[in-house]
């Protein structure tokens, strides 16, 4: 069995790319949702649909909340779309930021910020959600959950997958 990776890309070890790129974002975004329903059950009492209907709010705006579990699941298609968008960018960056990201804690603060700035900045803007008026504790918040579910196990699996076999990746 051969290993096989993305054109251009080359091969650290026995997985390739795409399939390990698969495999975290789907934990990446998993840790991504379940953390955030169970922040907004905990601290507003609201339930998993009306989180993943929000998410879908931001492209087909109000109707979504009327829409059911079609919209759920359509919020939960673009959660994951997202979370995928960012465990794969870090992947593809990792061989050109290797020798910047030693710690992997460092690391993974310096991502899940920048994954807050981009989502904040730059996505949601860009939606239909109204804007939300910044607080920092739910700045924080939000932050922490990024760097806990997205940017701890993605600088974790990228640095590990590059290191199989290499002492690091060549640039």
Known sequence: MTSRTLPGQPSYGAKPLLKTILWVGLLAGSLDILAACLQAYLVRGTSPAIVLQFIASAAFGKPAFFGGWQMALAGLLFHFIIAYSFTALY?????????????I???????????????????????????????????????????????????????????????????
């Open 105 to 171: 804690a460092i690391a993974a603060i310096v991502y899940g910020i920048f994954i807050f700035v981009v989502m904040n900045l730059v996505v949601l803007p860009m939606t239909k959600l109204p804007p939300i008026p910044f607080k920092w504790d739910k700045a924080a918040m939000a932050a922490g959950i990024l760097i806990l579910a997205i940017g701890l196990p993605v600088t974790f699996f990228a640095r590990r997958y590059y290191r199989q076999g290499e002492t690091a990746p060549p640039v």
């Open 91 to 103: 992947f593809l960056i990792y061989p050109f930021i290797w020798g910047l990201v030693k710690h």
